[in-house]
Structures are given as C-alpha cells and as structure tokens.
C-alpha cells in the first residue's frame, strides 16, 4: 500500500487548528457572479433551522452541512470545477501534471516489485480529469503492464460529480450498472478497458495491493476551530446573529468541549469570512503535514512534505514540457502548455503553494538506516521517485 496526497500549506488566512490541526479557509475563486451581499441561500435556511432546533454548531458540523449535505452540499449539488465553476485545479490546469502522477505510480510499482495487479483508489476524484490522465499513461506504457491486472476505485459522495467522472473516464462507450443501496453504487469500464468503480465510503473499497491517491481531498475534511482565552482553548461555533435573523457569526463555548481532548497545536488567527452564503463556496483546511505522520505511528514510512515544484521537477516536468511542445505547431497550444507550466511550477504561484506527501511500506526504503522514528521531525533521504529524482530501474 502506498498513499500519495498533494495538498495546499501556505501562508492564507489562518485560523485555528484542530482535531486535523488545520489553518481553514475560504476558497472561492470568483466567476464574476458572486452577490453584493449576504444571499439566504437554501443551505443558509437549513443551518438557521437546525440551530434554532439544536443550538450552536461546531465549525466541523458546519463544514460537513455547507460541503456534503446530501440535498444541498456544495459538492454534492454542483460542478465546481473548471473554468465555469468556482475554482481550478492542477489536473485542468495541464495535461502534464496527471501525466507525471502516471510515471510516479508505475514508478513504484516497478520499485516494489511488479505485482501481478493493483488497485489505483482515489478519494475525492473531482471530474475525473487526473485519473483519466494518469490511465492515459497506463494506456501508453502497456507494455510495461501488460502482465498487470489494475482496477480503479473511486470515493465519491457527489451524484453530480460522479456521472461527470464517468463520462470522463467511459465516454459511455459501455453502459454503467448502478445499484443505489449498495456500497459499490456504480460500476464501468474505462475508454481502454479498465473496470472503474465508484463508492461513498472508503471501507467499502476491496482490500488488496493499493495505491492510494488524495489530491486535495485531506484539505476538505471538517475541522474544528479554537481560541485562546484567559481561562484557556476554547471552541468557535457558528450561531445565529441575534441582531440579524438571517446571518451566522462565530461565537465561543462557555466552557470546555470534547474536540478539545485533540488539540495539539495552534497558530495565529486570522479571520476569512466564510460565513456568507455557506453553500455557494468551497471551503478548505491547509493540511498539518506533521499529524498525518504522527497518526500513522510509524507503522509506514512517510515522505515530505516537499514543495509541488521540486516534486514535479524531480519527476522530469522540463523534459516532457519539452516533447509536447516539440510535437505542437500550433501556436495556441504552445501557449497553453507554457501557461499551464507556469501556473504548475512559478513559487508565487502554485510552485510552493502545494506540497507533496507520501506514506509507503518501510521496506519500500531498503533497509534500517531508512527507518525513521514516527516523533522525528526531520525527513530522510529516499530513492523514491518525486521526492528524489526520477530514476528508472
């Protein structure tokens, strides 16, 4: 089993961390449409009824309804990608980020030994667009994995999301069988003959050889928010402003909560308004590299968290940048590729705003002196491909 997560730590808007120490943030890139005020959106009504109802909720409770609320979710009942959604990410931003992903799995498949067939499982897939480049290398490398048998699992909570990942990786060239009440509640075959699954539920997916993909999923699970105060840490809830019926606010909990029992550290606040129409925008967490280390306890080795344009470089991005363009005449595609590498690998961009992470078996790493202790806060060296250069064995 190896996991690969790519996901944003930088210096955003900072509020507190928590059961995931997280720094939490607006994320809403703006289309040009957004209101010049404070809209009671259908998710706005929904929170201002089940506060009314329970009382104040946690910051965590809050995320979970505004992203995952089955009829209402900002996930589940839109398509928030692209150049017609809120915001882009890295595999709509170039081909050749996904394509880079496809050599780093191969990679290591070869590293650990070629096993006879392996599951690629990625969480929170968005349209499908960087498993479909990464299969597109598979297809391309056939004869790398022509004695490997390789199925795609996909966690997916969104119905929306889901059919535009089917179509994206089926072209519908095969119908789908889909069974509502069962863990596995569609299932496909992929453009190049790849069965691909979809499930809701991580557990739900089949224990087997796996490589694991969370390409900005962990920055979107629900936090909890805290403050200091004289009489210690203290939780942030969202009630209803007493002043304006229709406006949420944060306000702190009179005395201590069980979420306290998991802080382990804090930094600085510093507020984004993400209270303003909850249901029309993403929100998201900078991930705390170092409690994902500490949670796997030293029963995996970790690697990183390095920054996105050291990884990609290590994996050879200037020699394919290089080919594509070599085969492109056309000089809007050139432009696309020289833009989408920019974006990809300029610091003051995406460059140090991601950082890669990788958990694998220790004896990926070959030996004792790789091992690290789980408490240790300095990474070793490896010779895994991304984190070292790319190296074919």
Excluded at 143 to 154: A, E, F, G, Q, T
């Amino acid at each position: 089993m190896s996991v690969l997560v790519r996901s944003g730590l930088g210096p955003l808007c900072a509020v507190g961390r928590a059961a995931i120490p997280s720094i939490w943030r607006g994320k809403y890139f703006s289309s040009g449409n957004e209101p010049a005020e404070n809209p009671v959106t259908p998710m706005l009504r929904h929170l201002i009824y089940k506060i009314k109802s329970t009382g104040p909720i946690t910051v965590a409770e809050y995320m979970k309804e505004v992203l995952t609320n089955p009829a209402k979710g900002y996930y589940v009942c839109r398509d928030m990608l692209g150049e017609k959604g809120d915001f882009i990410t890295s595999p709509e931003i170039s081909q050749i980020f996904g394509e880079l992903l496809g050599i780093w799995f191969i990679s290591e498949w070869m590293a650990t030994g070629k096993s006879t067939a392996f599951q690629l499982v990625e969480l929170g897939p968005g349209r499908g667009t960087l498993v479909g480049d990464i299969l597109r290398v598979f297809t391309q490398l056939g004869s790398v994995l022509k004695n490997c048998d390789i199925s795609v699992h996909l966690v997916e909570v969104s119905q929306k999301l889901s059919e535009i990942q089917a179509l994206t990786l089926t072209e519908e060239k095969v119908p789908l069988e889909r069974n509502a009440g069962s863990p596995v509640y569609m299932k496909g075959v992929t453009k190049s003959g790849i069965p691909v699954s979809w499930y809701r539920d991580l557990h739900d997916v089949p224990k087997g050889y796996s490589f694991y993909l969370a390409h900005e999923f962990f920055d979107v699970l629900p936090v909890h928010k805290f403050q200091k105060t004289p009489q210690g840490w203290r939780e942030v809830f969202v009630d209803i402003d007493p002043q304006v019926s229709d406006k949420l606010r944060f306000v702190l909990a009179p005395s201590a909560t069980p979420a306290e029992a998991f802080i382990q550290g804090f930094c600085g606040h510093k507020l984004h308004d993400v209270l303003i129409a909850p249901g029309t925008a993403d929100l998201t967490a900078d991930v705390d590299f170092s409690y994902l280390r500490r949670m796997a306890q030293g029963k995996v080795a970790s690697l990183g968290p390095i920054k996105q344009h050291t990884f990609l470089k290590n994996m050879g991005i200037d020699v394919r940048l290089k080919v594509l363009l070599d085969k492109s005449n056309e000089p809007s595609v050139r432009q696309q590729l020289l833009q989408g590498y920019d974006m990809l690998m300029n610091p003051k961009k995406m460059g140090e705003r991601f950082n890669f992470f990788a958990l694998l078996p220790h004896q990926r790493l070959q030996g004792g002196r790789h091992r690290r202790n789980a408490r240790q806060s300095k990474p070793f060296a490896s010779l895994v491909a991304g984190f070292s250069e790319l190296a074919w064995q």
